[in-house]
């Protein structure tokens, strides 16, 4: 149940970190191995979700430093936060969604590595800044602070750009709603 709940957010997650689809395949399969290996002694966690994507993270980076991947997250500016507008909507809508999304695309890849994981565990996951805080293993004022950043150049670049949204979360839950 567990592997069924969580398995594609974190192959989604392993591979907006790392590109390398059997890397985050194998370490996925490594995980959800150990947990049923060590399922005995394993201690009870408060909340499952920010536990398996930290021994997830954990995992990952051991794997891309013990193999010399020297990949760096977030790298591919094409095929970040891929957004898929509804067909629900008219053919004038979905124009205006599609540019205002690619608009949002193009405003993330501005952001440092660190904000976008933020963003991305934030509003793509639905963590808690606390549980966000246990994951990255930055403090959680830390966090705060990051993802406050990263809405505000957000909103700064989208306003540039002349977006209809001022506000990014909203062009955000647009994205994530259309997914």
Request: proline share 2%.
């Amino acid at each position: 149940m567990i592997y069924k709940n969580h398995v594609q957010k974190l192959y989604s997650y392993g591979m907006h970190t790392c590109k390398d689809h059997d890397l985050v395949t194998d370490c996925l399969q490594d995980l959800f191995f150990k947990l049923w290996s060590k399922r005995e002694s394993v201690a009870s966690v408060k909340s499952v979700k920010p536990y398996l994507f930290k021994s997830f993270r954990r995992l990952l980076i051991h794997q891309i430093v013990s193999r010399r991947k020297f990949s760096v997250p977030f790298t591919d500016k094409t095929s970040v936060f891929e957004f898929i507008p509804s067909f629900e909507h008219t053919l004038m809508e979905d124009e205006l969604k599609s540019e205002q999304i690619k608009r949002l695309k193009k405003c993330i890849q501005s952001l440092t590595k660190g904000q976008r994981e933020v963003i991305y565990l934030k509003f793509f996951n639905g963590l808690s800044y606390q549980e966000i805080s246990e994951i990255t293993e930055m403090q959680v004022d830390s966090v705060y602070n990051l993802v406050s950043k990263a809405i505000e150049l957000l909103r700064k670049k989208l306003q540039m750009t002349k977006s209809s949204y001022s506000n990014p979360l909203d062009l955000i839950s647009q994205g994530i709603n259309n997914l």
